[in-house]
């Protein structure tokens, strides 16, 4: 079990470029979140997957946000046009689809900065 | 709506106890959650209460009222690593049919003093 890992740990970009994260969730995990964390917050859930399939998707989410999972592996998260409040960190999660009590495991995250 | 309320601050010296409180409104329930996190890292998932009363970890224990819309994280012989954030966190009854998204708190700083 390596946990969750995270890539990059750090993205600097300017408005109005566009952004990528991966994430690799714990290997026999078929569940993986995406969170959003600003500073002082609780994380906001953004997004959910059960294998490949997206089943959920939070009204945070604007269009300029895009998530996929195309294998039920590894996850990216592109972040469109990024804009000044898209500064965050931005969380990937994963966990078993066995029951509620089931938790979740994060990765340390990838901290967004818009110049 | 969901919403969490905890304090924003607490602190203790080392050794101590402390208490940090968590209601919560949701419009169904499956669940209270407690994480911890230190600057800069990960949540780390600490314990989870689905029914009424006390759950048991080591130094750490965690309450749920369902009745009252409440509970508590417990810490005990404190040390100075724990110095965290600490969020309480719900699974709604909703959010579990669709896979169980978290809704977290604000959470609550903790500074333990020597």
């Known amino acids: 079990d390596t946990g969750v890992s995270q890539n990059p740990r750090h993205k600097i970009t300017k408005r109005g470029q566009n952004v990528t994260f991966r994430c690799d969730p714990i290997s026999e995990h078929n569940r993986l979140y995406w969170y959003r964390q600003t500073l002082g917050q609780g994380p906001e859930f953004l997004t959910y997957?059960?294998?490949?399939?997206?089943?959920?998707k939070s009204r945070l989410l604007s269009d300029r946000f895009s998530a996929e999972r195309p294998k039920g592996s590894f996850s990216t998260l592109e972040i469109q046009r990024t804009e000044q409040g898209d500064s965050a960190m931005y969380l990937c999660?994963?966990?078993?689809?066995?029951?509620?009590?089931?938790?979740?495991?994060f990765g340390d995250g990838t901290r967004l900065s818009i110049l | 709506g969901q919403s969490l309320e905890q304090p924003s601050e607490v602190t203790a010296v080392e050794g101590a106890i402390v208490q940090i409180n968590c209601t919560y409104q949701t419009s169904g329930f499956y669940g209270l959650s407690w994480y911890q996190q230190h600057d800069g890292g990960a949540p780390t998932f600490l314990s989870y209460n689905a029914l009424d009363g006390l759950e048991e970890t080591g130094r750490f224990s965690s309450f749920l009222s369902r009745s009252d819309s409440y509970g508590y994280l417990l810490l005990q012989e404190l040390q100075m690593k724990d110095s965290a954030s600490y969020f309480c966190a719900v699974r709604s009854r909703s959010s579990y049919n669709q896979g169980g998204k978290l809704i977290f708190g604000q959470g609550t700083e903790l500074s333990v003093k020597p």
């Open positions: 997957f059960q294998n490949e399939a997206q089943l959920e």
């Open positions: 999660a994963s966990s078993l689809a066995t029951g509620p009590n089931q938790p979740q495991h």
